[in-house]
């Protein structure tokens, strides 16, 4: 009986000590899912900022190409399909603008920025 009695606070400890490791890996778990999600947001706004770099890139080249096509010597009422060469250039003028994320303004790119989420794209 003495015995028994004896191993009862050993049994107690070891049992507080499981809790008290299991409550830790917990915690070193938790810190560890969070650091994953703040460097995943930290990606992804990165990636977004790419995504409006190339997409003002890409206006930029075409504002050059269109700045040529209005150089060249053509005859502007000639007809394209459905459109005559004005109407090509008006056309992709406002194509240029709508796609130009400059156009929308700083606000609107660090709001897009701002709102992008660990979540946000489904590449994982």
Known sequence: MATILASVPL???RTRQRH??????QIEEKLRYEEE?????????WRRLMEMANKWREAE???????????LSVDQNHQA???TMVEWIAWAEGQL???NPLNKGPESIW???SKVTPWTYSDR
């Open 11 to 13: 049994l107690v400890e």
């Open 20 to 25: 008290d490791e299991a409550r830790q890996r």
């Open 37 to 45: 999600q703040r460097q995943k947001l930290e990606n992804y706004r």
């Open 61 to 71: 080249i075409a504002r050059g190409f269109i700045a040529a096509l209005k150089q």
């Open 81 to 83: 399909g459905d459109k």
């Open 97 to 99: 603008a709508s796609r």
């Open 111 to 113: 709001g897009s920025i």
